[in-house]
Nanobody, 114 residues
């Protein structure tokens, strides 16, 4: 198992921005695909964005054009830049990495409200 720690969540107004970070215990993101997920109250966890080993990215339609996933050069931190936030983006955000089995972080709360 890999330890993943999310950070950067908080309270933001609609239209604002937040940047989430997911830090791993090693430089694993250069070698394994990872993703960001979120779970809103009363809803199932949903996929938000993915970063593949080659650097290609994919996004859920609900965040496309507003969110950007990226990785640091060391390969131990992945970011989720979230712009033009909407109230429906309110959720606990999780990062996960596939190293043969899926490892999850514990999540960070994002609340978008005026």
């Amino acid at each position: 198992q890999v330890q993943l720690v999310e950070s950067g969540g908080g309270l933001e107004q609609p239209g604002g921005s937040l940047r989430l970070s997911c830090t791993a215990s090693g430089s694993i993101f250069r070698f394994h695909p990872m993703g960001w997920y979120r779970q809103a109250p009363g809803k199932e966890r949903e996929w938000v964005a993915a970063l593949n080993v080659g650097g290609t990215t994919n996004y859920a339609d609900s965040v496309k054009g507003r969110f950007t996933i990226s990785r640091d050069n060391a390969g131990n931190t992945v970011y989720l830049q979230m712009n033009s936030l909407k109230p429906e983006d309110t959720a606990v955000y999780y990062c996960a990495v596939n190293i043969g089995s899926i490892s999850w972080g514990k999540g960070t709360q994002v609340t978008v409200s005026s």
